[in-house]
């Protein structure tokens, strides 16, 4: 079964017919609102979710995976905070690999990956400065080894190898269960002293 979302300024998802649409007219099924004060940015299909969720990312750097037909909210998470907020996001191919990833961009020059399952871990993603200015889009290879980035204004194409044992690394060294998450509270474990 084939599924068409789309998300806007409005704050809404919609949802549309593509069997009962034609080229003229695009059919509502239905739609939602999925924020009240953030703009929603980026919309990908949830990758390998049994449920059919739906992952959205927002300009406050939130992520938040969402089941369309009951039109709830599954979770809410923290994502990368450098280079703006997410502009697009695609699933990693990762042949021979039970990990799964996302390569990401920003709306200010950044390409990046982010482990799932989603849980705000501050250590299961990073970024890098991929062009001068904005990035007008980019593209996995089918074995997950290469990004491709197209700039805007700088005319280039760029080929990135993709390691994914940094992430593991950084992962590991951020420590387990709670640890990771302790590091963002303003001043750490004992908290900011006034």
């Known amino acids: 079964m084939h599924r068409l979302f789309s998300i ?4 809404r998802v919609f949802e549309y017919d593509v069997y009962k649409s034609t080229q003229e007219k695009l059919i509502v099924l239905r739609h939602f609102l999925i924020e009240q004060e953030a703009l929603p940015s980026a919309c990908l299909w949830y990758p390998d979710s049994k449920e059919g969720l739906l992952l959205t990312a927002n300009t406050q750097y939130k992520m938040k995976t969402w089941n369309p037909s009951a039109q709830s909210s599954r979770k809410t998470c923290l994502g990368p905070t450098y280079g703006g907020e997410i502009t697009k996001m695609k699933e990693l191919p990762c ?7 996302l390569v990401y ?3 200010k020059k950044v390409i990046g990956l982010i482990k799932l399952p989603l849980d705000g871990n501050p250590n299961k993603t990073m970024g890098l400065i ?3 200015n904005d990035i007008t889009d ?6 997950g080894k290469f990004l491709f980035t197209c700039g805007g204004d700088d005319l280039s194409v ?7 044992n940094p992430v593991e690394l950084a992962i590991e060294m951020g420590g387990r269960e709670i640890e990771p998450f302790v590091n963002l509270i303003e001043g750490g474990r ?3 002293i006034f």
């Open 8 to 11: 806007g300024k409005d704050r």
């Open 95 to 101: 042949p021979n690999r039970e990990d799964q990833y």
């Open 105 to 107: 961009q920003t709306s």
């Open 130 to 132: 991929a062009h001068p």
């Open 138 to 143: 980019f593209c996995p290879s089918p074995d």
């Open 158 to 164: 760029m080929m990135w190898s993709i390691d994914l």
């Open 190 to 192: 004992e908290g900011q």
